[in-house]
């Protein structure tokens, strides 16, 4: 169980901070929960597109990136 402690911009994106059982603080992006409302995205696509085309633009980003070295 988690307690929810607070919602702000941490490390240049929207981030939840929450406090687990045992006291410990965690901060997870504000997409991992139910706190923000369903993407239209995924609602329209009824599970069809496990992915969305801004997040595998970006991914394709981030691999030619790695492959240039």
Known sequence: MVRYV???K???E???TVETADGTLRSLPVG??????V???V???RGRAP???ADLLTL???VEGRTRR
């Open 14 to 16: 929207a981030r939840v």
């Open 32 to 37: 991992w929960t139910d706190l923000l409302p």
């Open 60 to 62: 394709a980003d981030l």
């Open 51 to 53: 992915f969305r085309l």
């Open 10 to 12: 941490l490390w240049g």
């Open 43 to 45: 609602t329209l696509g």
């Open 6 to 8: 607070v919602t702000g």
């Open 39 to 41: 993407d239209p995205v």
